[in-house]
């Protein structure tokens, strides 16, 4: 695993996030609030994206939910709506923003972040790259518009295997900024990689002797799982993907009881589209990410939960927070977002 180093000059300007002033911040009293949202929506031609780790009731009034490649997919194709509400967290927005320019991109809550996206700051990672330019960098969606611009690849869960096969043999890899998406690909694709020494607050509270005692309890539930995850999780898992591909695993295997170890906010849609199956939650450790800032009881993320139908409301009603990115910034940025989207 790399030292992150920690200094030098960022070459790309960090991107510009416009306050929401508190003081049209009040939601007034008796609204109907999905009325009102489906309302602001029609006025301001805006589409509503959001994440499967969004709550239950965000999940229901959008007008897509998808995983992170689904999503940047389709704000790069919402060619007819003039704003896109983003329900998901920081990076995801931005991203979004990246792939529709002429799109006003709203972030319901401008402080839903992400521990990966802030384990790779940019200056760390020019700092590497000043002292390793003969890498070829491979950056999970995860990361900041300002770290995406000095990649040479973007990845999502649902297609960093085929991203890293892609790549020549003869080329050197380093990979931020998960360190377990990292590990795992490694074992996938057998290809040497250095790793970045970052993780997700959620998917590492997983505890994998515990997970095991579980299934012991429930012999016919599978265990499906996130890469985000540990490996000694992953090792013990029938099904590794993305939060699509353990929702399509969950609807379409024939098993009836599955342990579903990824954020909880997926088992909204799974209960809906897999309505007979029994989905159990992986037990947690409370640990030092309780004080990072996750969940200390649960598998819920604080960053996607920041989101909330209020604020949903207040972006649509007053076009805020915005997500703004400078132009030679978005262009670098676009770069390895397109050569990840163009992959057949
Ligand atoms: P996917 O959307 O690719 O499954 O990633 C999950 C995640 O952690 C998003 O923050
Ligand atoms: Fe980031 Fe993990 Fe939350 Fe996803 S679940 S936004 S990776 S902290």
Same mark, same amino acid.
């Given at each position: 695993?790399?030292?992150?180093?920690?200094?030098?000059?960022?070459?790309?300007?960090?991107?510009?996030?416009v306050?929401h002033?508190?003081?049209?911040?009040?939601?007034?009293?008796?609204?109907?609030?999905?009325?009102?949202?489906?309302?602001?929506?029609?006025?301001?031609?805006?589409?509503?994206?959001?994440?499967?780790?969004?709550?239950?009731?965000?999940?229901?009034?959008? *007008?897509?939910?998808?995983?992170?490649?689904?999503?940047?997919?389709?704000?790069?194709?919402? @060619?007819?709506?003039?704003? #896109?509400?983003?329900?998901?967290?920081?990076?995801?927005?931005?991203?979004?923003?990246?792939?529709?320019?002429?799109?006003?991109?709203?972030?319901?809550?401008?402080?839903?972040?992400?521990?990966?996206?802030?384990?790779?700051?940019?200056?760390?990672?020019?700092? !590497?790259?000043?002292?390793? %330019? *003969?890498?070829? #960098?491979?950056?999970?969606?995860?990361?900041?518009?300002?770290?995406?611009?000095?990649?040479?690849?973007?990845?999502?869960?649902?297609?960093?295997?085929?991203?890293?096969?892609?790549?020549?043999?003869?080329?050197?890899? /380093?990979?931020?900024?998960?360190?377990?998406?990292?590990?795992?690909?490694?074992?996938?694709?057998?290809?040497?990689?250095?790793? !970045?020494?970052?993780?997700?607050?959620?998917?590492? $509270?997983?505890?994998?002797?515990?997970?095991?005692?579980?299934? $012991?309890?429930?012999?016919?539930?599978?265990?499906?799982?996130?890469?985000?995850?540990?490996?000694?999780?992953?090792?013990?898992?029938?099904?590794?993907?993305?939060?699509?591909?353990?929702?399509?695993?969950?609807?379409?295997?024939?098993?009836?009881?599955?342990?579903?170890?990824?954020?909880? &906010?997926?088992?909204?849609?799974?209960?809906?589209?897999?309505? &007979? @199956?029994?989905?159990?939650?992986?037990?947690? *450790?409370?640990? %030092?990410?309780?004080?990072?800032?996750?969940?200390?009881?649960?598998?819920?993320?604080?960053?996607?939960?920041?989101?909330?139908?209020?604020?949903?409301?207040?972006?649509?009603?007053d076009l805020q927070p915005r997500?703004?990115?400078?132009?030679?910034?978005?262009?670098?940025? /676009?770069?390895?977002?397109?050569?990840?989207?163009?992959?057949?």
């Amino acid at each position: 695993m790399v030292n992150a180093p920690s200094l030098v000059t960022n070459p790309f300007s960090p991107p510009l996030a416009v306050p929401h002033d508190p003081k049209f911040c009040a939601v007034p009293p008796g609204i109907d609030l999905l009325e009102a949202i489906v309302q602001l929506k029609k006025e301001r031609n805006a589409i509503l994206l959001a994440h499967y780790y969004q709550e239950g009731d965000i999940q229901d009034i959008a *007008d897509f939910v998808g995983d992170s490649l689904e999503l940047s997919r389709r704000a790069r194709d919402a @060619k007819d709506a003039s704003v #896109i509400c983003f329900c998901g967290v920081h990076f995801m927005a931005e991203s979004a923003k990246c792939l529709a320019p002429d799109k006003i991109v709203i972030l319901p809550d401008l402080e839903a972040g992400c521990s990966l996206a802030e384990a790779c700051p940019p200056e760390a990672l020019a700092e !590497w790259k000043r002292r390793h %330019p *003969d890498y070829t #960098i491979v950056a999970y969606i995860n990361t900041s518009a300002a770290t995406k611009a000095l990649c040479d690849w973007i990845c999502t869960s649902s297609n960093a295997e085929k991203v890293i096969r892609a790549i020549p043999e003869n080329e050197k890899i /380093l990979f931020v900024p998960d360190r377990h998406l990292g590990d795992y690909l490694i074992k996938k694709t057998g290809r040497k990689m250095e790793l !970045w020494p970052g993780s997700c607050i959620v998917h590492e $509270t997983f505890n994998a002797r515990k997970i095991v005692a579980l299934k $012991t309890r429930h012999p016919g539930a599978k265990l499906i799982a996130h890469p985000e995850c540990d490996a000694s999780v992953l090792e013990h898992a029938e099904f590794v993907g993305s939060t699509s591909k353990l929702l399509e695993f969950v609807i379409t295997d024939p098993a009836a009881e599955f342990i579903v170890a990824t954020e909880r &906010g997926i088992l909204h849609e799974m209960r809906k589209r897999a309505p &007979g @199956k029994i989905l159990l939650e992986p037990p947690v *450790d409370t640990g %030092p990410d309780a004080a990072k800032g996750a969940c200390a009881s649960c598998n819920e993320c604080p960053h996607m939960r920041r989101n909330t139908l209020e604020k949903v409301y207040l972006a649509l009603r007053d076009l805020q927070p915005r997500i703004e990115i400078g132009e030679e910034l978005r262009l670098a940025a /676009l770069r390895p977002l397109e050569r990840m989207l163009s992959l057949k």
